[in-house]
């Protein structure tokens, strides 16, 4: 029926008449009929054209203005989910030719298979675990994944992703990274890792009281089990809050040092940022 159509798609290879309404008329009358119509040309005779240039034939005047003159129109069709949103990966590398620093939620514009979109992805490593680091720059000559909000595709479409950016002409865009699409998967994690640090106020031994790393005991009694870690390879726990100016007592496997620097590791998850435009 028409309705499980609608939402399963149909099989290839059925035929499927499509009524296309809206078409500018000057666009339609340049295609369908008059002086501008298109004429397909065999490939043996139109690349004895000009220049070498496949086709004699072309379209005219009035349909080069509403599609810059990009030839026939291609009518393309979706697959099932196709039409839905939902957090794509696409594995990336950077362009050899895009020498500027490239930072994480940078809106680019997305070339994927023959569609286009505008998103600002997020950058983590491509490795083989369930967790991956986020990276605030994509790097050169290193594969990375960029994810997105956008719409369902399937792999191994092409990716091509290019950024704006201003010249003395105007306005203009530089390709930046170049891929395919890796998955849709919401579940994918990735992880920011932050790290905390307070220097030693009082020291005896194994023990020490650590300051500058929280500001108040509230702070201090909902992170306390957090493994701390020193800059001189020390592992210890926060035993308690002392006081109200964010000082506490920790608790460490060896005799802590006062030039040493107390560390707390913490990871936040990162979510691609989405532009409504």
Not at 134 to 162: D, K
Request: hydrophobic share 40%; charged share 20%; aromatic share 10%.
């Amino acid at each position: 029926s028409a309705a499980e159509n609608a939402v399963g798609g149909v099989v290839v290879g059925t035929f499927v008449r499509v009524v296309v309404r809206g078409v500018p008329k000057a666009a339609a009358e340049a295609l369908l009929g008059g002086d501008g119509a298109y004429s397909p040309v065999p490939t043996a005779a139109g690349a004895s054209g000009l220049g070498g240039a496949v086709g004699v034939g072309g379209v005219g005047p009035a349909w080069n203005g509403w599609c810059g003159g990009a030839g026939p129109v291609v009518l393309s069709a979706l697959l099932q989910h196709e039409c839905k949103l939902s957090v794509m990966h696409y594995g990336v590398t950077k362009s050899s030719s895009y020498d500027s620093p490239l930072r994480s939620k940078t809106p680019l514009w997305f070339h994927v298979g023959f569609r286009r979109e505008r998103a600002a992805p997020v950058f983590s490593t491509d490795g083989l675990g369930d967790k991956h680091k986020f990276e605030r720059f994509l790097h050169a000559r290193r594969p990375s994944v960029a994810t997105v909000y956008g719409p369902v595709s399937y792999p191994p479409a092409p990716v091509l992703a290019f950024k704006e950016v201003v010249t003395a002409a105007g306005m203009g865009v530089r390709l930046v990274l170049s891929g395919n699409v890796r998955k849709a998967d919401p579940d994918r994690i990735v992880l920011k890792r932050i790290i905390l640090t307070g220097t030693p106020f009082k020291t005896h031994k194994s023990k020490a009281v650590v300051r500058q790393m929280f500001f108040n005991p509230e702070d201090i009694r909902w992170f306390k089990p957090l493994e701390l870690w020193t800059k001189y390879g020390l592992r210890g726990k926060i035993v308690d809050a002392i006081g109200t100016h964010g000082h506490m007592k920790c608790l460490l496997n060896g005799v802590v040092q006062a030039r040493d620097t107390i560390c707390a590791t913490m990871y936040k998850r990162v979510y691609p940022k989405f532009l409504a435009a």
